[in-house]
């Protein structure tokens, strides 16, 4: 049943319009909707997609909200942060970066926020 379902993320915003433009702009994701309740929607490939929330006071998870599973990490960040996007570094314990990308196994990994905290990651697996 639901392994064969299309997958909404919904995401908390403060801001739908300041958000939906790093969605259009920084991102570059296609802006397909936007509900009654102000939710916009975004295109995120096979079938997903990404749905913004606007919210009096919202509270951003801690964690990664949401992965984009890449084929080339590096051209990928490369590629955002030419349009603004802002990726995160680390150095402690086992997680550390190298020019935003941590190195996890059999996969790589970059995290960076949306406009309204919302922590977005890009991966990569290398097997």
């Avoid at 908390?12 to 916009?40: E, M, W």
């Avoid at 020019?99 to 905290?117: M, Q, S, V």
């Amino acid at each position: 049943m639901l392994t064969e379902s299309a997958v909404t993320t919904m995401l908390p915003v403060r801001d739908a319009i300041r958000a939906s433009q790093f969605y259009a702009d920084t991102l570059g994701l296609r802006k397909i909707a936007t509900a009654q309740d102000g939710t916009c929607y975004f295109e995120a490939g096979h079938g997903d997609a990404i749905g913004l929330r606007p919210l009096p006071n919202p509270v951003p998870s801690q964690n990664t909200a949401m992965s984009f599973e890449v084929s080339d990490i590096e051209a990928e960040v490369s590629e955002l942060e030419r349009r603004g996007a802002e990726f995160q570094d680390f150095d402690s314990g086992e997680l550390r970066t190298v020019n935003h990308i941590a190195t996890l196994g059999d996969e790589k990994a970059a995290w960076f926020t949306d406009t309204e905290g919302n922590i977005l990651c890009l991966h990569q697996v290398t097997e």
